[in-house]
C-alpha cells in the first residue's frame, strides 16, 4: 500500500521532481537571501582557484628549482607560497561552510514551518487520508534530505564544477593536445550519469514509501502495545516489521547497486584517458615538446581533476533521495488548505441548529452516509441522536464544526449558512467531547485551557464542575503536574473528567458530546453526569449515544439508520412508538439485566 499517496503531487509538471523543478520551487526561500548566496559561491570560487594553484607551483619548482644555482629564490618563494595557498584555502573553506550553513539552516525552518502550517490548516480528510507516519516522516525527516541537498550537493555542484573547470583551464594552457583526450571523457561520463539517474529516482520513490509503512507498523505497534502483549501479538509484529525490513533493505541494495556502478565505471574512463595521456607525453618528451615540469604538472592536474569529477558522480544518489523527498515535502505544502469561511462575524451565538437536507456521501462509499437529513435545534435544547452504528450519527456532528462540508442542503446556526461564517468565529462557539480523548503532553493547566492562556481560578472551576477537583488537589503539583503522552499518568475516567473540564473551561454556547461518559465507571458517570447537566443548561446539546440510558433525559431524541432520520421524540414516546428505538433499547436492557 503506498500510503504517501496523497502527499506527492507533481510540483512542475510531469518531472515533478527534476532538480530544475525543484530549484523553482525553492527559488522564493533563496531570494531573501541572495546575499550570503552569493558570498558563499564567492568562496568556494576561493576554494576552488586554489586547486589548481598546487600544480600551477609544481611547474617552476620542479624546471627551475632542482639542479639550478641561478634560481635560489623558487627554492623558498614556492613552498611559502604552498603554505600561504593552505591558508587561504582553509579560511575560504570555512567561511563558504558557514554561508551555505546559515542559508540551508533558514530555507530548513521555513520549510518545516509552512509544513506545518499547512497540516494544522487541512481539511480533515487529509488526516483520514494519511498516516502519521508519513505526515511525521515529512515534516521531520524528509525535509533533512532537503537540507543534504542544499549543503552537500550544492557543495559539490559548485566548489567541485568550478574547479574541474580551473583545473582544464590550466591544462589547457599547458597542453592542449593532451587537454582534448581529458575533454572527450566528460561526455561519457555524462551519458553514464543519466543512464543511472533514471533508475535511481525510481528506485527512491519505492524506498520512500517502504520506509513509510515500515515506520507505520512501528507507530501501530507502540499505540497498541497492550493489545500486542495481551494476545500474545509479538511473533506477529516481528514477522511484519522483519518482513518489510528485508523489503526496504533489498531496495538499499538495489540502490547501492545502481548507484555505486557510477564511480569505478567513471574512475575505469579516468584511467584510460590517463594511461593515452601517459604514453603521448613520453612521445612529446622524447621530442623536446615538453619539460619534466610540465608533464608533472600536467599529470597532477588531471589527476586532481578527477577527485572533483568522482564527487559530481557521488552527489547523484543523494541527489535523487532529495528530489524523492521533495515531492513529499512540496505535496504536503501544496495540500489545500480547509476553506476559510466567509467574513461573517459571530461573537457569540444565540444556539439554534439546522440541518436542511443535508446529504453526504464518502468518496469510496456508493450509499450516502447522510441521506436528506432535516431538523432543528432551538437554542438550549437537547437533542439526542441514536441509532446503529454506520447510521451516520457521527458524520453528521462532523459537519457542524466543517470538518467537512455536506454534498446537499445546508447547515445553519442562527439561521445562517456555515459558510457564511469565518471558520475560526464558528469553531469558536463550538466545544467537543469525544469518546476517543485526546490530551496533550502538558500541564493539567494548559490542557483545560488548550488554545487558550491558563486562567488558575476558571481552570479550577472547570475541574471542580467536571469533579476532578480533588484528584488535582491530591497530586505534587495540582494543575501543574505533566500528565504523560495522551494523559497516560491518569485513569481512564480521569482523562475522560479531563477532557469534560476542558469543554467546560471554553464555555461555548453549542455543545457536542459524543459517548463523552463511555470510558468511565457507575460511581465516575454519576458525577460527570451531575456535571454535565450543569453545563448543558442554557446551551444547545448534540449527544450521540450508543448507551440509550444516558439520554433518556434528552428534550428530544433522532433515531437514525442508514442515514436518514427514522424516527424522533422524546425517550418515553419513542418507547410507545414501538419502533427502532424500543427495539434498540430492549436489546441493551436485556444484556444489562443478564
Do not use: C
Not at 607551483?57 to 607560497?81: N, Q, R
Not at 520549510?111 to 487520508?129: K, P
Not at 469510496?364 to 439526542?384: H, N
Not at 472551576?461 to 491518569?490: C, E, F, H, K, Y
Amino acid at each position: 500500500m503506498n500510503n504517501d499517496a496523497g502527499l506527492r503531487k507533481p510540483i512542475g509538471g510531469t518531472e515533478s521532481s527534476s532538480p530544475t523543478a525543484v530549484m523553482k520551487r525553492l527559488w522564493p526561500y533563496i531570494r531573501p537571501l541572495m546575499g550570503m548566496v552569493l558570498l558563499g559561491l564567492l568562496t568556494m570560487g576561493i576554494v576552488a582557484a586554489t586547486e589548481a594553484g598546487i600544480p600551477m607551483l609544481l611547474k617552476p619548482l620542479l624546471d627551475h628549482g632542482f639542479g639550478s644555482k641561478s634560481s635560489d629564490h623558487a627554492k623558498w618563494i614556492v613552498p611559502a607560497a604552498v603554505i600561504g595557498l593552505a591558508l587561504v584555502r582553509g579560511a575560504a573553506q570555512y567561511a563558504s561552510g558557514y554561508f551555505l550553513s546559515y542559508v540551508t539552516n533558514k530555507i530548513l525552518l521555513q520549510l518545516r514551518l509552512e509544513m506545518f502550517q499547512r497540516m494544522i490548516h487541512t481539511s480533515a480528510s487529509f488526516f483520514q487520508r494519511e498516516t502519521a507516519s508519513t505526515v511525521i516522516n515529512a515534516i521531520v525527516f524528509e525535509v533533512n534530505q532537503i537540507l543534504s541537498v542544499l549543503s552537500s550537493v550544492v557543495v559539490t555542484l559548485v566548489r567541485d564544477s568550478l574547479t574541474v573547470v580551473f583545473l582544464l583551464g590550466y591544462l589547457f594552457i599547458l597542453n592542449w593536445r593532451l587537454t582534448l583526450i581529458v575533454a572527450v571523457i566528460l561526455p561519457a561520463i555524462g551519458w553514464l550519469v543519466s543512464k543511472i539517474n533514471r533508475r535511481l529516482r525510481r528506485l527512491n520513490r519505492e524506498h520512500q514509501t517502504l520506509t513509510n509503512e515500515l515506520s507505520y507498523i512501528v507507530e501501530e505497534t507502540v499505540g497498541g502495545y497492550k493489545v500486542v502483549k495481551v494476545h500474545n501479538g509479538e511473533p506477529y509484529e516481528m514477522g511484519r516489521f522483519n518482513e518489510m525490513s528485508h523489503r526496504l533493505r533489498g531496495y538499499s541494495m538495489r540502490m547501492q547497486v545502481s548507484g555505486g556502478l557510477a564511480q569505478p565505471l567513471t574512475q575505469f574512463l579516468a584511467s584510460i584517458a590517463l594511461a593515452i595521456v601517459i604514453t603521448i607525453a613520453v612521445v612529446q618528451s622524447a621530442n623536446d615538446q615538453t619539460t619534466v615540469g610540465g608533464f608533472v604538472a600536467f599529470v597532477t592536474s588531471m589527476l586532481l581533476v578527477i577527485s572533483p569529477l568522482k564527487h559530481l558522480i557521488d552527489i547523484n544518489q543523494p541527489l535523487q533521495r532529495g528530489m524523492t523527498a521533495a515531492e513529499l515535502i512540496f505535496g504536503l505544502i501544496d495540500e489545500p488548505a480547509e476553506p476559510a469561511g466567509g467574513g461573517r462575524r459571530l461573537e457569540r451565538a444565540r444556539g439554534e441548529v439546522e440541518f436542511r437536507d443535508v446529504t453526504f456521501t464518502y468518496g469510496s462509499v456508493d450509499r450516502p452516509t447522510l441521506d436528506r437529513v432535516s431538523f432543528k435545534v432551538a437554542p438550549g435544547e437537547m437533542v439526542a441522536l441514536a441509532g446503529p452504528s454506520g447510521s451516520g450519527k457521527t458524520t453528521l456532528v462532523n459537519l457542524l464544526p466543517r470538518f467537512f462540508d455536506p454534498h446537499g442542503g445546508q447547515v445553519l446556526v442562527d439561521g445562517v449558512p456555515l459558510p457564511e461564517y469565518g471558520l475560526h468565529d464558528l469553531r469558536g462557539q463550538l466545544a467537543m467531547v469525544s469518546q476517543d480523548v485526546v490530551l496533550f503532553n502538558d500541564t493539567i493547566a494548559a490542557n483545560v485551557a488548550y488554545g487558550q492562556t491558563p486562567d488558575r481560578a476558571r481552570v479550577m472551576s472547570a475541574l471542580t464542575a467536571a469533579n476532578l477537583a480533588d484528584v488535582v488537589s491530591a497530586l505534587p503539583d495540582g494543575i501543574d503536574t505533566l500528565i504523560g503522552g495522551n494523559g497516560m499518568r491518569l485513569s481512564g475516567g480521569q482523562r475522560q473528567r479531563l477532557a469534560i473540564a476542558r469543554a467546560i473551561y471554553k464555555d461555548a454556547p453549542i455543545l457536542i458530546l459524543d459517548e463523552a461518559t463511555s470510558a468511565l465507571d457507575s460511581e465516575s458517570e454519576r458525577h460527570v453526569q451531575s456535571a454535565l447537566e450543569t453545563l448543558m443548561k442554557g446551551r444547545t446539546t448534540l449527544v450521540i449515544a450508543h448507551r440509550l440510558s444516558t439520554i433518556e433525559r434528552a428534550d428530544r431524541i433522532l433515531v437514525m439508520e442508514a442515514g436518514r432520520i427514522a424516527e424522533q421524540g422524546s425517550h418515553a414516546e419513542l418507547l410507545r412508538k414501538d419502533g427502532l428505538y424500543a427495539h434498540l433499547h430492549r436489546i441493551q436492557y436485556q444484556q444489562q439485566a443478564a
